[in-house]
């Protein structure tokens, strides 16, 4: 494990890290290493996060450098290279609501935990998520909303999960805005995360891993 | 105006005074922004409500008249948007009919509007950088503006005239400038229905509780500009440009205050404030880039004898020790999700406060978990004045019965 590496990038060094991943690859360093160490370093991330050292915008501009790197190092990784994923789960923001900002933070944060996300995108339609469960079969399903509006939405998505017999297969989480455990309640949801890490959190517990 | 109502009408006036100024009122006031509320209570649908302004004011007449806030908002110019959004061809909001369905309320496109290599466009001249590069992206009916020169060009003597006008005879920009015509007579009719519904208001005794509108720099630069993710990663990668937006901004967000309290003669200053949240950024970050401009707005509408209204959305908490720096007495603080215990704590003789019966509460709770919090928040915060009531955000999709408790009980319970 590059020690370097994995600094520069939790400490949100941009061009330190790009230019330090470039040499690396030239010195010939194997690309799944590389890999390896911005893992390491978004863990590191998580975790200060988590402490309230590092906020939304340090998990935006770590998920930056973390493209920067898998643009240079994507390219030269072997087919049939990739990580196995811990397992599956579905998102989405709900009927109505056309914020992400926050589900694509959740999304990144879980995919770089090594989940298998879905992301069905912004104003699913209830029909929508009930289908993707029964296609993707995830064992969690995160559903995001900002608006007040989303409630019902949220509670229709549930419903309709347990009408579809499904509900038993996943654990359904929610967040965003004015969610909290009223509304969990209100949803009949399994769990409210208040932000990304807490999102990985519930999987963990669930899923593990 | 009928005399009681004229009575009622100072009434409540001092009243919201009296609290913005640590005073203590006769009771605790209640205000709250309505928001889609009176639509759904009147069964009309969004699309009703952006389309025809007629059943607009009645509805919001109705819960005004109903619930009795002690101040209103005139609903007019956020709601009776969709023939100006048409005329202008608007890309920011999709609203019912462009993008939502007829019963969903409009929301916010975000992104890009400015791209991290215009900073420079936009620091030299604002207005130039609006006119022909952000209204044209925004504003599909306005696009032909991009095909104007820099008006400034006209600096240079007479033959600056050629330049800078010749492009005025181009058929894409005298299509902009019809469809601006067509835009600038709805924006009219908003205004004029804003207009005389803060008059039936007034004469049926209630004051309005802000007459301008504000940002804080910052937030115009993210909203707007360059998006919330665009801005925050503008933080890293190019922070002097950043502080350098916010105060080219400044005074013009403190101008657009100023113009629109003289012609409104009201001077509360609402001021939403979006991305200076706990979590949205860290304390030293809010220290440097969002609250600097922010303060400096406030303590200049102050001077001036302006209320600033800022309405923090999200959880501010971990702001208050730093937020508490402003005049005392002049400004008032609504809260979302701030923790309003530690807020009255902290900024008790210093800004009154104003809020936030959770929306989780008033949709999904009972009316007696509705009462409970109200008793809190007036136990608490209401102690010595200082504190107006308010939902943590807009009513739209509140329960009336939650709504109506809310009212009664503040009005009852208090009582100073």
Same mark, same amino acid.
């Given at each position: ?6 600094? $520069?990038?939790? %400490? ?63 390219? $030269? ?26 589900? =694509? ?5 879980? %995919? ?5 996300? $879905? ?41 309709? $999960? ?18 909290? %455990? ?12 208040? =932000? ?14 | ?10 009434? *409540? ?12 009122? /006769? ?26 302004? /007629? ?9 005004? @008249? ?7 908002? +005139? ?17 920011? @909001?999709? #609203? ?38 952000? #209204? ?44 601006? !015509? ?5 924006? +009219? ?6 207009? *005389?519904?803060? !008059? ?14 504000? !940002? ?16 925050? @990663? ?56 969002? #609250? ?19 309405? #923090? ?65 007036? /136990? ?37």
């Amino acid at each position: 494990m590059n020690d370097k590496l994995v600094h $520069l990038m939790a %400490d949100l060094k941009e061009k330190e890290t790009i230019a330090l991943v470039k040499e690396l690859i030239k010195e010939g360093t194997d690309p799944t290493e590389i890999l390896d160490a911005t893992r390491a370093a978004m863990d590191l991330v998580g975790k200060r996060f988590e402490k309230e050292e590092y906020f939304i915008p340090d998990l935006v501009m770590a998920g930056e450098i973390m493209k920067g790197i898998s643009e240079i190092v994507k390219p $030269l990784l072997k087919k049939g290279a990739a990580s196995i994923k811990k397992g599956k789960v579905l998102i989405g923001t709900v009927a109505g609501d056309i914020h992400d900002i926050g589900k =694509d933070i959740v999304t990144f944060m879980l %995919d770089v935990s090594g989940y298998d996300v $879905l992301d069905l995108g912004i104003d699913v339609p209830v029909s929508t998520f009930v289908e993707k469960t029964r296609e993707f079969q995830p064992r969690v399903v995160g559903l995001s909303g900002f608006l007040t509006l989303a409630f019902d939405s949220m509670k229709k998505t549930v419903e309709a $999960l347990e009408e579809a017999g499904l509900r038993n297969h996943v654990k359904v989480m929610i967040g965003g805005g004015q969610i909290d %455990d009223e509304v969990r309640r209100y949803v009949r949801a399994d769990a409210y995360g208040k =932000d990304a890490v807490a999102a990985v959190n519930l999987c963990r517990q669930w899923i593990g891993g | 105006m009928k005399e009681d109502a004229a009575e009622l009408y100072r009434q *409540r006036e001092k009243r919201v005074n009296d609290a913005i100024a640590l005073k203590v009122p /006769d009771r605790v006031p209640i205000e709250v922004l309505f928001g889609f509320f009176p639509a759904k209570y009147s069964g009309m649908t969004i699309e009703e409500v952006m389309y025809d302004p /007629d059943r607009l004011f009645d509805a919001q007449l109705k819960v005004l @008249l109903e619930f009795q806030p002690d101040m209103d908002q +005139a609903p007019f110019a956020i709601r009776f948007l969709g023939p100006l959004l048409e005329a202008l061809d608007f890309k920011q @909001l999709k #609203w019912p009919g462009h993008g939502m369905t007829t019963d969903h309320t409009y929301q916010f496109v975000e992104g890009e509007y400015m791209a991290a290599d215009e900073y420079d466009h936009f620091l030299l001249d604002p207005s130039d950088f609006m006119v022909r590069k952000y #209204w044209p992206r925004v504003c599909g009916n306005l696009k032909g503006l991009e095909k104007l020169a820099p008006l400034r060009g006209v600096i240079t003597y007479y033959m600056g005239f050629n330049l800078s006008i010749a492009p005025f005879s181009l058929p894409e920009v005298a299509e902009a400038l019809a469809a601006m !015509q067509k835009a600038g007579a709805e924006a +009219a009719r908003i205004a004029a229905h804003s207009r *005389r519904y803060t !008059q039936k208001a007034r004469e049926e005794g209630f004051p309005m509780q802000t007459g301008a509108f504000t !940002q804080a720099p910052f937030d115009t630069l993210g909203d707007f500009f360059r998006g919330t993710k665009g801005l925050m @990663l503008d933080m890293y990668r190019r922070p002097d440009k950043v502080i350098k937006a916010c105060e080219k901004l400044l005074p013009i967000m403190f101008e657009t205050a100023i113009n629109a309290t003289r012609m409104s003669g009201n001077p509360r200053v609402f001021i939403p404030i979006h991305k200076g949240l706990d979590g949205f950024m860290s304390k030293e970050q809010f220290k440097r880039f969002f #609250w600097p401009t922010l303060q400096e707005l406030m303590q200049g509408l102050i001077k001036e004898g302006c209320n600033p209204c800022p309405l #923090w959305e999200g959880d501010c908490t971990s702001r208050l020790p730093i937020i508490k720096d402003i005049p005392a007495g002049k400004a008032c603080y609504a809260f979302e999700a701030t923790d309003m215990f530690k807020a009255k704590e902290i900024l008790g003789e210093t800004v009154c406060i104003r809020g936030n019966v959770p929306l989780s509460l008033l949709i999904a709770g009972t009316i007696e978990d509705v009462k409970a919090c109200c008793k809190k928040l007036i /136990d608490v915060c209401g102690r010595g004045g200082g504190f107006i009531m308010d939902s943590a955000t807009g009513l739209d999709d509140a329960k009336p019965e939650n709504v109506k408790a809310m009212f009664e009980f503040t009005r009852e319970y208090g009582v100073y």
